[in-house]
T-cell receptor, first 118, second 116 residues
Framework: GAVVSQHPSRVICKSGTSVKIECRSLDFQATTMFWYRQFPKQSLMLMATSNEGSKATYEQGVEKDKFLINHASLTLSTLTVTSAHPEDSSFYIC??????????????FGPGTRLLVL | AQTVTQSQPEMSVQEAETVTLSCTYDTSENNYYLFWYKQPPSRQMILVIRQEAYKQQNATENRFSVNFQKAAKSFSLKISDSQLGDTAMYFCAFMIGGGSNYKLTFGKGTLLTVNP
């Protein structure tokens, strides 16, 4: 149990275009999902917290108009990188919080999406 | 603000031996959770072990166990009978209990290499 999928696993796009990344909790409901960014050989940096049915909460320094987050259902959150530029190239990881008994607070992570903006 | 410190950027161990990864944290909260996550070369983050701060008993998961010292704010991970597949980056993480967001604070990670 507790599987999180992420699609696509890898995407290459041209500068100025928008890219959508999907995050799904496959065998549990997730009222809260999180989006992280990870640079090579570094730790995960939280970008935003996505709550089902409400607006996302962005961390300081993260542009909410550039990184659009939608959490339309209890199993799906999407991150759209708008007007992507080469500096947006990175590894993006989502996670979903499991609220089931005995697992309170535990986050399970998707496999990540490698974005390359040319 | 909560901080998590992993003082060992890299470690290595021989296959079948035991290794301990260190983690310290700083918080004024009393109700919180601690985690160790593993990130192998595939970059998939995998939960290794979880500890609730209110539990005095150290968590164990097969070959993985923790030494949780609440007063010292220390949360080390012991890997017994190391296997080649344990080679990965290991992240210690902290989360305050309660509240709607449950944000994780990660350490900078320890790169563990298991040698044959």
């Amino acid at each position: 149990g507790a599987v999180v999928s992420q699609h696509p696993s890898r995407v290459i796009c041209k500068s100025g275009t928008s890219v959508k990344i999907e995050c799904r909790s496959l065998d549990f409901q997730a009222t809260t999902m999180f989006w992280y960014r990870q640079f090579p050989k570094q730790s995960l940096m939280l970008m935003a917290t996505s709550n089902e049915g409400s607006k996302a909460t962005y961390e300081q320094g993260v542009e909410k108009d550039k990184f659009l987050i939608n959490h339309a259902s209890l199993t799906l959150s999407t991150l759209t990188v708008t007007s992507a530029h080469p500096e947006d190239s990175s590894f993006y990881i989502c996670s979903a919080r499991d609220i089931r008994g005995g697992k309170v607070g535990t986050q399970y992570f998707g496999p990540g999406t490698r974005l390359l903006v040319l | 603000a909560q901080t998590v410190t992993q003082s060992q950027p890299e470690m290595s161990v021989q296959e079948a031996e035991t290794v301990t990864l260190s983690c310290t944290y700083d918080t004024s909260e009393n109700n919180y959770y601690l985690f160790w996550y593993k990130q192998p070369p595939s970059r998939q983050m995998i939960l290794v072990i979880r500890q609730e701060a209110y539990k005095q008993q150290n968590a164990t998961e097969n070959r993985f166990s923790v030494n949780f010292q609440k007063a010292a704010k220390s949360f080390s991970l012991k890997i017994s009978d190391s296997q080649l597949g344990d080679t990965a980056m290991y992240f210690c993480a902290f989360m305050i209990g309660g509240g709607s967001n449950y944000k994780l604070t990660f350490g900078k990670g320890t790169l563990l290499t298991v040698n044959p």
